[in-house]
Structures are given as structure tokens and as C-alpha cells.
């Protein structure tokens, strides 16, 4: 996958955390369900629905940033059952990706980018919600990638 080396926008600013930026594909849900059915651990029921993960096609569990973008995840189930590629920053000392793009990845391969248009102000969003200018509602929108 795409890798980049770590490093912050200014090697000065030490609240800045150092971060890669990469490519990774498989599945996301729930942890406590990827951790169950990955390892056999259970979580607490109050926690089984608390953070999102993907499980990768190298069968890695890894937490999700639940940002504008993770969050994506939650809101629409739809994102759950799909075979994915994620453009992610993975930070030095977290364990969680944050997202920066989504891709679906179709069993032909092919691939289409994700996101929410709005057919009315024609802008895109991020999740699904009602659009942020007309408070209409948006559709999950897909756009090929060229091979």
C-alpha cells in the first residue's frame, strides 16, 4: 500500500503528532464484534457498539477515529457490509486510524469512491445527514476510480 514517512507538517510544532498515511482494506464493524469473532473476547454490553474497527484482509483488528469521516461508519449501516480500502493517517503511539478516504471495493475489483451528495446544493459531505445547506436530505454517492 501507499506509505509515507512519518513526520509532521512542522518539525517545531511538538503538539502535532507524527503520522503515515496508508491504504488498508478489508471490513468495518463494531470491535466488540470484530474482537469476538477474531479472538473470542467478549467486551461489556455497554461497550460492544462503542468504537468502530476494520478488520483487515491480514485479519488485523484496528480501532477507527471516530471523527466526520469515522464516523460515517456509524451512521450508515450500508458502510458496514461493504469490502472497503481506507485512505488512513496511522499515528505514532495510537493504535487508531483516522480516516481520510473511503473506497469500495466491488468482487470484480473494480473500486468507487464514497461519499454524500446532495443533489440540490450539488456539495459533498462526509455522512450521512441532512445537507448542511438546505437541510434536505443527501444520498450515499459512488464515483469509479480508474484502474
Known amino acids: 500500500g501507499l506509505a509515507l514517512p512519518f513526520g509532521s507538517a512542522n518539525a517545531d510544532d511538538s503538539a502535532k503528532a507524527?503520522?503515515?498515511?496508508?491504504?488498508?482494506?478489508?471490513r468495518v464493524g463494531w470491535l466488540g464484534?470484530?474482537?469476538?469473532?477474531?479472538?473470542?473476547?467478549?467486551l461489556s454490553p455497554e461497550a460492544s457498539e462503542r468504537t468502530l474497527a476494520i478488520t483487515t484482509a491480514e485479519a488485523?483488528?484496528?480501532?477507527?477515529?471516530e471523527?466526520?469521516?469515522g464516523r460515517a461508519f456509524r451512521l450508515d449501516e450500508r458502510l458496514r457490509t461493504m469490502e472497503l480500502e481506507l485512505?488512513?493517517?496511522?499515528?505514532?503511539?495510537?493504535?487508531l486510524l483516522q480516516v481520510l478516504q473511503i473506497l469500495e471495493v466491488t468482487s470484480d475489483g473494480s473500486r468507487?469512491?464514497?461519499?454524500?451528495w446532495c443533489d440540490v446544493c450539488a456539495i459533498a459531505m462526509f455522512e450521512l445527514k441532512l445537507c448542511e445547506c438546505c437541510q434536505g436530505?443527501?444520498?450515499?454517492?459512488?464515483?469509479?476510480?480508474?484502474?
Open 18 to 26: 507524527d503520522f503515515e498515511v496508508v491504504r488498508v482494506t478489508g
Open 87 to 95: 485512505v488512513v493517517r496511522r499515528y505514532q503511539k495510537t493504535p
Open 112 to 116: 468507487a469512491e464514497l461519499d454524500y
Open 33 to 42: 464484534d470484530a474482537l469476538r469473532e477474531r479472538f473470542g473476547l467478549e
Open 137 to 147: 436530505p443527501i444520498e450515499l454517492r459512488r464515483r469509479p476510480i480508474a484502474p
Open 67 to 69: 471523527d466526520s469521516r
Open 60 to 65: 488485523e483488528v484496528v480501532p477507527l477515529l
